[in-house]
Structures are given as structure tokens and as C-alpha cells.
């Protein structure tokens, strides 16, 4: 079983930075293609960002291209977003999502593609 614990998350004004951790225990953290997932209150958990097993491959959602990035320290198990200049439509609950059966690129921004989910960490941009 494969467990991942995000943290970072907080409140912050429009314009800010943040960076987000998700650290997994195991010893395959390696071998999984990550993702990172946001729900906002009402709203469907929508697609941010993934990364290749190796970090040499990432995607993004477009609403996010250019002001987010994923990256991941797989001698450190773990998995980053930056995420600079926030605006308040980013406020959501943030989940790092492994996907040890991920082999495609169209697979990233798919929710059923990921069979471990963390347990979310809140980010709330205030204008």
C-alpha cells in the first residue's frame, strides 16, 4: 500500500507563491507516474499537473500553463508544484495522485487512471 501525505497548503493573497510537497512511502516511488488534482467547493476534482517517472515529461491543465510547475525528487519519494502568481479561482483542496498503470500521455489528466490518492491539503488565494 502506498500512502501520500501533501503539505504546503495555506492562505494566501492573489499574486503569491506557493509550493506544494507530496512525499509517498515505498520503495517504488519511482516506477509511479504522478499527478496533481484540485477540487473547489462545489465543484468536480479537475486535472493541474503530471510528471513522468523519470520528471522528464510534464503536462498541465491550461488554466494553469505557464504559472504552475511539476516536478518530483524521486531520491526524496517526493513530489512538488510550484505554483506562482495565484489567483483566487486556484482556491481548492489539492491532491498528489500516483499512477503505478499510467503508460500514456493521455492518461495524466484522467482521475480512474490513479490507484493512490493523498489525503488533500487547502489552498485559498484571497484577492
Known amino acids: 500500500q502506498v500512502q501520500l501525505v501533501e503539505s504546503g497548503g495555506g492562505l494566501v493573497q492573489a499574486g503569491d507563491s506557493v509550493r506544494l510537497s507530496c512525499a509517498t512511502s515505498g520503495r517504488t516511488f519511482s516506477s509511479y507516474a504522478m499527478g496533481w488534482f484540485r477540487q473547489a467547493p462545489g465543484k468536480e476534482r479537475d486535472f493541474v499537473a503530471g510528471?513522468?517517472?523519470?520528471?522528464?515529461?510534464?503536462y498541465y491543465a491550461d488554466s494553469v500553463k505557464g504559472r504552475f510547475t511539476v516536478s518530483r525528487d524521486n531520491a526524496k519519494n517526493t513530489v512538488y508544484l510550484q505554483m506562482n502568481s495565484l489567483k483566487p479561482e486556484d482556491t481548492a483542496v489539492y491532491y498528489c495522485?500516483?499512477?503505478?498503470?499510467?503508460?500514456?500521455?493521455?492518461?495524466?489528466?484522467?482521475?480512474?487512471?490513479?490507484?493512490?490518492w493523498g489525503q488533500g491539503t487547502q489552498v485559498t488565494v484571497s484577492s
Open positions: 510528471i513522468t517517472r523519470t520528471g522528464a515529461f510534464t
Open positions: 495522485a500516483a499512477g503505478p498503470r499510467i503508460v500514456d500521455s493521455g492518461s495524466y489528466s484522467r482521475g480512474d487512471k490513479y490507484d493512490y
